[in-house]
């Protein structure tokens, strides 16, 4: 368990599949923060566009979207085992954020300016009392920039695809590697290239490139780097 002064703000933004919401999770965990996962906020965004026939073909209908999108709640709830779980509108799609077809369309709504928005808010919302973690794309840049600790994670494209493999093998789902590859090869380029708040490192970020780093090596990384803080 670690202890801090005072209360922060902790922004972890990054690549795609790059550990950064298992690293994320365990440093709150280590805090007794509360962990927020912004990517799964986007991802059942997309599944309710899916659902009410706003997104085809992978062609997403702003103007509709837009209409509803207070119609949408996004919430978390702790288990027992004290991760976190998505739900929208009251339901649990924990699981139902996580499928390919979630993968492939989730870039097209991100990339919409109303829902980033909405969003944003939501988010800023959650980081008001601060002891907060929370991981994505912009959250150094937009979400929160004055956070007291940014970090941006990376690591390399192959590593990467091996570990989202192997995580979709083992809840059984049937893919190929080279898929998986290319769907985080395509997601980082459309990320990294969209009008709206692209991602990118924020100027006073620290690098994680934990490629050939285990869970264990980055805590240790990690404890040393907030011992200013204590
Ligand atoms: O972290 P993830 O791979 O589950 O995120 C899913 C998608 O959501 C990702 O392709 C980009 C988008 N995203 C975003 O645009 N901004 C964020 N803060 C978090 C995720």
Not at 6 to 17: C, F, L
Not at 143 to 162: D, G, H, I, S, Y
Not at 195 to 221: F, G, V
Request: glycine share 4%; hydrophobic share 40%.
């Amino acid at each position: 368990m670690i202890k801090l002064k005072t209360p922060i703000v902790i922004a972890i933004d990054g690549h795609s599949s790059c550990g950064k919401s298992s690293f994320a999770k365990n440093i709150a965990c280590e805090l007794n923060y509360l962990y927020i996962d912004s990517g799964a906020m986007y991802r059942a965004f997309t599944l309710f566009a899916m659902h009410r026939g706003f997104l085809m073909n992978g062609i997403a209908n702003d103007s509709e979207l837009e209409k509803n999108i207070h119609n949408i709640n996004i919430d978390f709830k702790k288990t027992c085992n004290s991760a976190y779980e998505t739900y929208l509108n009251g339901e649990n799609v924990e699981n139902a954020i996580r499928t390919m077809p979630v993968s492939e369309n989730v870039s097209e709504i991100s990339k919409i300016k109303s829902v980033r928005s909405r969003l944003v808010a939501l988010q800023q919302k959650m980081g008001e009392r601060k002891e907060i973690v929370m991981d994505g794309r912009d959250i150094g840049t937009v979400v929160f920039p004055n956070a007291e600790l940014k970090l941006f994670m990376t690591a390399n494209l192959e590593v990467r695809a091996q570990r989202r493999y192997n995580e979709l093998m083992e809840k059984g789902t049937s893919v190929l590697l080279s898929e998986v590859r290319d769907n985080l090869a395509q997601r980082d380029f459309i990320d990294e290239n969209r009008l709206e708040s692209p991602l990118k490192m924020a100027d006073d970020a620290i690098i994680l490139d934990n490629s050939n780093l285990t869970p264990l090596q980055q805590m240790e990384w990690f404890k040393k780097l907030v011992e200013k803080f204590e």
